[in-house]
């Protein structure tokens, strides 16, 4: 048998120390936004049946067409690796009833697959923190989405990137839209790239995403979308921009976004790095952090009633590369021993500073220097050592066996501990009787609670 480590896959990651530190900042300031702005959180299925994405995204996207992870289970049911939340939440709320709820807002991270070339901030696995808001077609619920968005990125510190936004109109000025697109692109079909001729045919919207410098020359003049919107499509996004002035979201318009997808109807957004900024910098090619816009044409899609909704996500590791790496919490306390048999007091100590709501790095045993090594590496506020009492002619091994002391010594470099000692004793009277030594304040006696009576 050999005896070979196996590699990780291609395109995922194991994220560790510092970065890891910045995920899961990115995540935690996700879960409190969120309820600021009253989402409730779902957990979703990691995996659905692969129609779920085909119907859903259109069998003539990137996503669809080159990037799913689908395989036949053992019972012969084909099965995908999900490669975005919206397909599956709005899957949700069909099967389980949640038109109940509606207008129903919900939060939701985690895993996502799509098989990509791998490259800086790109992965096979990568993880997004999602938001929808389903069964509601008012501008407002597109106003509080991207509100919610603007502040969760301000809250990670992250300044230097915008909200682009664009329409693409309700149906019929959409597929006008796309009609003239054709038209303009079809004219000049011999000099676009392969991609985009093959995308004139499935999803022409998709040539304005291009990157390829041999279609760039043929973008500025392409048919823009107002020339197409209805006068209902042309309310819904003026309503959407005043809403978002009034709600202090900085915009900028962007005519020719689109998204990838086919079911977005009406607004479509992204947030982009500033030119020139460090959040561009950081992220290279791979500009979009955010993303969404409203899909009303989705729950049709899976067969389910006409429903408005919208929604964004986000790439964590995108954001987590704007938040740059973060240095794990330094600890409240370190509790350290330098005797061998002050082993279950440490553990005592630590425990009734850690009930209290503290901090607290604490050894395993071993070596008294490397425990003050380690302790150093956490760059507690306080030290503690615990320490037995030192043994001497008086003190029998009968009484070392039965109620000897501990003797507790907080050590620290900073003079805040002066206010901090009467908190630390305090924390540890609900578990042991302290008595603090009154040549020193720096020193109490520990002992394990009196027996209640
Ligand atoms: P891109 O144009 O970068 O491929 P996309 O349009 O495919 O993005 P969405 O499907 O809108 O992206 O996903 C929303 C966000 O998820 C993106 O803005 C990005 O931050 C993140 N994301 C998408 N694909 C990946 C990936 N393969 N690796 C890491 N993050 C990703
Ligand atoms: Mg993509």
Known sequence: MSKKTPQAIRG????FGPDAEAFAFVV???????????FRRVEMPVFEKTEVFARSLGETTDVVSKEMYSFDDRGGESLTLRPEFTAGIARAFLTNGWQQYAPLKVATHGPLFRYERPQKGRYRQFHQIDAEVIGAGEPQADVELLAMADQLLKELGIHDVTLHLNTLGDADSREAWRAALIDYFGAVKGNLSEESQERLEKNPLRILDSKDPRDKPFLADAPKIDAFLSDEAQAFFAAVTSGLDAAGVKWVRAESLVRGLDYYRHTAFEFIPDEGSASAAALGSQSTVLGGGRYDGLMESLGGAATPAVGWAAGIERLAMLVGAREEEKADFAVISDHPRCGSDTSAVASTLRRSGFNVHSSFGGKAKKQFAAAREADPTVRIVLR?????????????ETDDPIIVELRSDYPEIAELRFEIWESLRCGFDVSIDAANSDRAFLRPPSPRT
């Open 388 to 400: 037995r009492w030192e043994v001497n002619e008086t003190l029998t091994q009968e009484k070392l």
């Open 28 to 38: 935690e300031t996700f879960e409190r936004v969120r309820r600021l702005y009253r």
């Open 12 to 15: 995922t990651q194991d994220i």
